[in-house]
């Protein structure tokens, strides 16, 4: 059985488990046992998080749900956003427009579309408006109906900036909201809404929560094995 390198693009005709997308490439589907029980859940929930670290394939996956929404009919748009939140470095000025300014920050969103969509059916969505890739702050006044929205990096949201995104739901829209609490940027004055969404809004009907692991990770063999060292050695990694 061949599969791509990135959450499980089969190419044979062998029809895999837990299929969220046929794309360009094969089908998209589950490959973990983490990955199962996210799409079990976003299967049967409005909203749902998922939560772990690098390399799970949470935002890829996040894409093609929205994707796969989109291309069915379930949804009429599909809003894709992220924290403008630099990782630790200082990016300084950034020269050109403000849309050349923002991109850096939501690369990877355009990384999954770009894996889905040939170059020319993406760019005239892009267009349209029919898939907005934005920062976060932009979400702000907005009421989205008949929308799938993505927040990715949603540990980098503070908690009045996730309680603003989560209430830009409207009739007929889905979301998922990802994120990986062991890698904040905020400064230290500010909390993660992530990190308090958790408490919040855990029992509340229509709302699911999937925690992946080191054995969810999809990209090099080495990256679980790297994430598990700095976990077990935490009280020495600033």
């Given at each position: 059985?061949?599969?791509a390198n990135?959450n499980g ?9 837990h299929?969220?997308h046929y ?32 390399g799970?394939?949470?935002?890829f ?24 939140v ?9 020269p ?10 939501l ?23 029919v ?36 209430t ?14 062991t890698?904040?940027?905020?400064p ?28 969810d ?5 080495l ?15 600033s």
């Open positions: 059985l061949i599969k990135v693009m089969d190419k044979t005709n062998t029809v895999p488990e299929v969220i794309g360009r490439k094969g089908a998209i589907s589950a490959k973990t046992e983490g990955q199962h029980r996210y799409v079990e859940m976003v299967n049967n929930n409005d909203v749902v998080f998922s939560i772990g670290p690098a799970t394939g949470k935002t996956l996040s894409v093609a749900f929205a994707v796969a929404a989109l291309e069915s009919h379930r949804v009429d748009r599909i809003i894709l956003c992220r924290p403008a630099e990782a630790g470095e200082s990016l300084g000025f950034l050109g427009d403000l849309k050349d300014k923002v991109d850096p920050y690369a990877p969103l355009y990384d999954s579309l770009h894996i889905l969509y040939a170059e020319n059916q993406l760019a005239q969505l892009l267009e349209r408006k898939i907005e890739v934005v920062p976060l702050a932009y979400m702000r006044g907005r009421t989205l109906d008949s929308a799938y929205m993505i927040l990715d990096e949603a540990q980098n949201a503070t908690v009045l900036q996730m309680k603003m995104f989560l830009r739901l409207g009739i007929g829209s889905r979301t998922i909201i990802s994120g990986d609490i890698q904040i940027d905020l230290r004055s500010r909390d993660s809404g992530l990190k308090q969404v958790i408490q919040v809004l855990q029992d509340i009907e229509g709302i699911s929560f999937t925690f992946f692991g080191s054995r990770v999809v990209r090099h063999t990256v679980g094995r790297i994430l598990d060292a700095y976990a077990e050695n935490e009280d020495t990694v």
